[in-house]
């Protein structure tokens, strides 16, 4: 009779208890689990990822091309590439700036003519290496120049319009008032020789941060327009310069790329 009252208990209570199942997991199996979700969405999160860089630096690409050829640039500005230093790469080989130099000066002698007194502009566009490479550039053709018969007078112009007369041993002198009520050839060959500047042919160098409107004024004032640039850099500053140009109806004579300095 006890046992058949235990038995009867332990019924009911099983009636009345809600039955449970629990399952525990061993420790590989579940890890097992997580590694398989690891090498299914980890290598696709990598892929996307890879997708959206690529996507961001083509948007970035497109809205601010860099001048990868020096090439690029002379198509840009519709003018011959007329030297390349030795960190270009074009289609004519890589020289360096003594190299350059005479191809430059030749060039922008036969442009500038008979004119009695011959104005060539180089055009900095880009790192300040340019500006520096460009000045260098200038001295570099003097010499030339003067061999076939010119008179050089090599100008600096500084941001604010400021001129500084470089000399053959390397001193600058500064021309005050070139610019001070400056409207037009005339008045700027008047002030050059009112300052001692005996020259036929006066290469201008801007720095590369020039003052707009006095870049404008000398683009109005040059005969000739080199543009020296330095490829690995934005491409704007040359579609603005282009612009420029256009607006003031002249045309660049030529571009020199990638200048050495030493």
């Known amino acids: 009779r006890i046992a058949a009252q235990?038995?009867?208990?332990?019924?009911e209570l099983a009636a009345v208890t809600p039955s449970s199942i629990v399952t525990i997991a061993s420790g590989p199996d579940a890890g097992s689990g997580r590694l398989s979700l690891l090498m299914r969405y980890v290598p696709a999160g990598m892929v996307l990822g890879l997708l959206l860089s690529m996507a961001v630096v083509a948007v970035v690409e497109r809205?601010?091309?860099w001048i990868t050829e020096p090439t690029e640039a002379a198509r840009l500005l519709q003018a011959?590439?007329?030297?390349?230093?030795p960190g270009g790469k074009a289609a004519t080989g890589a020289h360096g700036r003594d190299q350059v130099a005479p191809v430059v000066a030749m060039s922008t002698l036969r442009a500038v003519g008979n004119a009695p007194t011959g104005i060539v502009l180089l055009i900095p566009r880009g790192a300040v290496e340019v500006g520096d490479g460009s000045i260098l550039l200038a001295r570099d053709m003097t010499p030339v120049l003067e061999r076939a018969g010119a008179k050089v007078a090599v100008l600096a112009v500084a941001a604010s319009g400021r001129a500084?007369?470089?000399?053959?041993?390397?001193?600058?002198?500064?021309i005050e008032g070139l610019w001070s009520e400056f409207s037009g050839r005339e008045e700027f060959e008047a002030t050059l020789r009112q300052m001692g500047?005996?020259?036929d042919l006066v290469v201008l160098v801007p720095v590369v941060d020039v003052d707009h409107d006095v870049l404008?004024?000398?683009?109005?004032l040059a005969d000739v327009s080199v543009v020296a640039i330095r490829t690995g850099e934005v491409i704007d500053p040359l579609v603005t310069l282009r612009r420029d140009f256009d607006a003031l109806g002249r045309e660049p004579h030529g571009v020199v790329a990638d200048l050495a300095l030493r």
Do not use: I, N, W, Y
């Open 197 to 199: 500047v005996d020259a």
């Open 164 to 174: 500084f007369l470089l000399r053959s041993e390397g001193t600058e002198e500064e």
């Open 6 to 11: 235990d038995q009867k208990a332990a019924a």
């Open 216 to 220: 404008l004024d000398l683009m109005l």
């Open 80 to 85: 011959p590439l007329l030297g390349v230093g």
């Open 63 to 65: 809205r601010r091309p």
